[in-house]
């Protein structure tokens, strides 16, 4: 899969503590910047292995991270800022997705992103630059 590209020292970091939230969040945004990277890329597979990693990876790092701030255990403190950031870069993941995937014939199913994750996401953090920026560009679209 794609996840095998990335360098060893998130392989080892994830096999040593598979529940670190934040090494999967740094995969997620890594994923994140190769399918800016790949709007033209014309090889099927790997653009459907990177977007099934991309969203694995983020929903991995919300899910635990999110877990983790909620129900904190031995010490593990998680901040606001990194939930919300894992929310909204889980929402981009699957807006690039959804794009991606239209110029494709008979695409695989799509995980459509869900606004709310979007609006938790500021609330948890008002000042997190990519969820506003997101929110901007579909108020826009709706005006």
């Known amino acids: 899969t794609a996840l095998k590209k990335y360098n060893n020292n998130y392989q080892v970091a994830l096999m040593n503590n598979p529940n670190d939230g934040i090494t999967w969040l740094k995969v997620a945004r890594s994923l994140a910047k190769d399918l800016i990277k790949m709007k033209d890329v014309k090889k099927r597979r790997l653009v459907l292995q990177t977007i099934d990693s991309a969203i694995l ?83 826009s679209k709706e005006d």
């Open 57 to 139: 990876a983020s929903e991995r790092a919300v899910r635990i991270l999110y877990d983790q701030y909620r129900n904190p255990l031995g010490g593990d403190v998680v901040r606001a800022e990194d939930v919300s950031e894992s929310l909204a870069l889980a929402y981009c993941i699957k807006v690039a997705q959804e794009e991606l995937l239209s110029t494709i014939k008979k695409p695989p199913q799509i995980i459509k992103p869900d606004p709310y994750d979007l609006q938790l996401a500021l609330m948890m953090c008002p000042t997190n630059y990519l969820a506003r920026e997101i929110l901007a560009k579909h108020s």
